[in-house]
């Protein structure tokens, strides 16, 4: 929420709270702020004894409130027109209520109610972080005692988190064994030390017996070892709009897999840029040019280097922190591990200099952009990796905690983005046919036909890579006993699988793919022909191009069979 003016909200997140704030604010009761508690504010308040003179301890006259007890013993005598030295004080032994302490936080610890050099500087703050079940108790008396004691708001805004529940939704709870202890995620558990914790508590015997097959069930093997930045990055990954947060301790541990993945492409990365390099000055890397020998596959990893800091910054401005850490995941992982790397990897091999020379720079700017995108939600393996990259000058931040965020796009290019979605599109088809029909370590020959071949001429390499063919043509026709997959109208891959199937069967298949696309072409045509003029342009253009897609499968499949036949001849 952003607190405007008073106890008035405007809600900047998390809507659905304003009824919460203002029933509170608006319904204010008599607050009792006495506790008895061994810690504390004690209550300044003394109870007061005038000698020769019966008291009562209900009556208000008795008590005065005030800093110190000299104070107090000077207002005594006022109230009751006698001399000090007739007085016998007791200051009440109870503490205050450990919400009204808390709601002075934001001044107390700047060593208020003294002007001090931190208190000027540190106050007010500009964002607090909580739980939307203490939304009054807390935040709401923290607003009160700023305006009244400091005449200013604590904070201009509120970040209210989801309560953590266990992985099916349920409260957690000792007594039904699904309370996850964040020591145990990081450290590990077994289900015996599990028990144990739990043998060494409170529970009754049935409540026991209860949490036990709890634990039993949730955790059969006990809790992998994650890690803190698993942990973290889990937690963050979690932030939605939603109140609750169903914390799974498998999601926990895919991302300490992910570690690995960052661990092991970052060793690679070092392999390959060597123990002598130097990387080039920043102001050359950061204009469009760059290097100028970067080729498709570099630019391309540098564009979606570029959307991943978009996207994550724009994740921070409007805390949606989920926003941040799908996109740095899907950066490290489907981007620079799945594609970049592995397409690299010939180049690095057998590439020309200037090639292995461009793909070292980009690699090593990718490498830091990802840890320092990544720095904030796992500080400790960033902070390790990065600490082991060459510096661009020796005026470069001994450390990522004092490195600026990265901040500028300027590697974006739309263009590319397209011709690598269309890419990746072919090699996923390619992939899905090579394993409908061969094993996975297979490398059969493949052959695309497409009217698309200048633009796909720069990607053949990385595309042969990913695919995992033996050949990868493009100018040849394709020979009989090929299995056919199509992208859309664009383009036919051919994988060559003869002797390695039953012809027979792909002739079932395919005449069963080809039934369904014709009854989907039949439906989209009984559609189109009832058009109103209430049928948006963009909704016709969008049909017809479905219709000549299919059109074009349709065929495909028909030369597919023909194929087949011929095998069987």
């Not at 390099?277 to 050359?284: G, R, V």
Request: proline share 5%; hydrophobic share 35%; aromatic share 10%.
């Amino acid at each position: 929420l952003k607190l405007s003016s008073g106890i008035n909200a405007e809600w900047l997140l998390r809507p659905g709270f304003e009824k919460t704030w203002y029933s509170w604010l608006d319904d204010c009761r008599d607050w009792c702020i006495s506790r008895q508690l061994w810690w504390g504010h004690r209550i300044p308040a003394y109870k007061v004894t005038v000698k020769g003179v019966p008291t009562d301890d209900l009556d208000g006259r008795s008590w005065v409130s005030a800093h110190s007890e000299e104070e107090a013993r000077t207002k005594a005598a006022a109230r009751f027109n006698v001399d000090p030295s007739s007085l016998s004080l007791s200051q009440d032994p109870d503490v205050l209520d450990t919400w009204f302490s808390s709601g002075i936080f934001p001044f107390s610890v700047f060593g208020w109610p003294d002007e001090s050099v931190d208190l000027r500087a540190f106050y007010p703050g500009s964002l607090l972080e909580t739980g939307h079940d203490i939304l009054f108790f807390w935040v709401a008396r923290m607003v009160m005692m700023g305006l009244e004691l400091m005449g200013d708001l604590p904070f201009n805004e509120v970040f209210l988190h989801p309560m953590i529940r266990d992985a099916q939704g349920i409260k957690m709870s000792k007594s039904l064994g699904n309370v996850v202890d964040p020591l145990d995620v990081v450290n590990g558990i077994s289900l015996k030390e599990l028990h144990d914790k739990i043998d060494n508590g409170y529970l009754q015997e049935k409540e026991l017996i209860r949490a036990r097959e709890g634990q039993k069930r949730l955790y059969p093997n006990g809790i992998p070892e994650c890690g803190t930045d698993a942990l973290r990055f889990a937690l963050c990954s979690y932030l939605t709009q939603a109140r609750d947060l169903n914390l799974d301790v498998l999601r926990v541990e895919g991302y300490r897999k992910f570690c690995n993945k960052m661990w092991n492409a970052s060793k690679f990365a070092l392999m390959q840029l060597g123990n002598d390099y130097k990387p080039p000055p920043a102001d050359i890397i950061r204009t469009p040019g760059g290097l100028g020998t970067e080729s498709e596959l570099d630019k391309w990893i540098l564009h979606r280097a570029s959307v991943a800091i978009s996207e994550t910054n724009e994740g921070f401005r409007n805390y949606m922190f989920q926003q941040c850490t799908t996109a740095i995941y899907s950066f490290w992982l489907y981007d620079l591990c799945d594609v970049y790397l592995e397409s690299t990897k010939r180049i690095f091999y057998k590439g020309e200099e200037k090639e292995q020379a461009a793909a070292r720079s980009t690699l090593y700017t990718c490498l830091d952009i990802g840890l320092r995108l990544i720095h904030p939600f796992m500080p400790y393996i960033s902070e390790e990796l990065w600490q082991r990259l060459p510096r661009r000058t020796e005026n470069d931040p001994p450390s990522l905690v004092v490195s600026r965020y990265p901040e500028d796009s300027v590697w974006m290019n739309e263009n590319i983005e397209e011709n690598m979605k269309f890419v990746k599109n072919i090699i996923h088809t390619t992939r899905s046919v090579k394993d409908s029909y061969l094993d996975s370590k297979a490398k059969p020959e493949v052959y695309m036909k497409t009217q698309e071949k200048a633009l796909l001429q720069p990607y053949l390499s990385c595309m042969q890579d990913l695919i995992g063919c033996s050949q990868l043509n493009i100018d040849r026709e394709p020979p009989v006993g090929t299995a056919v997959g199509t992208v859309g109208n664009r383009c036919e891959v051919h994988v060559l699988v003869k002797g390695l199937v039953d012809p027979q069967q792909e002739i079932q298949r395919l005449s069963n793919k080809r039934d369904n696309a014709e009854k989907i072409m039949s439906q989209l045509s009984e559609k189109m022909d009832k058009y109103t003029d209430k049928v948006p342009e963009s909704v016709r253009q969008a049909n017809t191009e479905k219709l000549a897609a299919l059109k074009g499968e349709v065929e495909t499949i028909d030369a597919a069979i023909e194929n087949f036949k011929k095998l069987i001849l």
